[in-house]
């Protein structure tokens, strides 16, 4: 299993940013993927995650209104399209599924600083 994110960087407050997760060793349209988050000195969290087929979608409030998951089940890659961005959105972002056990990308930094 492979998941390779890509997309961060420096941002302004209220700018934007889409994260893609390029996936690879697994049937990637038969699992739930999903992004996590971790902040310096926080603890990881869910962002949103996102069903087989894309029909549905479930987001933290954090990103609620202003986050969007999809997915490319051709091209085995999801995205996350990332709006309104504030400081407090400041973290590494990694790609997560779950296949008997927890598999994470190895993160793309995302920094909301003027």
């Known amino acids: 299993v492979r998941l390779v994110e890509s997309g961060g960087g420096l941002v302004q407050p209220g700018g934007s940013l889409r994260l893609s997760c390029a996936a690879s060793?697994?049937?990637?349209?038969?699992?739930?993927l999903s992004w996590d988050r971790q902040a310096p000195g926080k603890e990881r969290e869910l962002v949103a995650a996102?069903?087989?087929?894309?029909?549905?979608?479930t987001y933290a409030d954090s990103g609620k209104g202003r986050f969007t998951l999809s997915r490319d089940n051709a091209k085995n890659t999801v995205y996350l399209q990332m709006n309104s961005l504030k400081s407090e959105d400041t973290a590494v972002y990694y790609c997560?599924?779950?296949?008997?056990?927890?598999?994470w990308g190895q993160g793309t930094q995302v920094t909301v600083s003027s």
């Open positions: 060793g697994f049937r990637f349209s038969n699992y739930v």
């Open positions: 996102i069903s087989r087929a894309g029909s549905s979608t």
């Open positions: 997560y599924v779950y296949i008997v056990s927890n598999y």
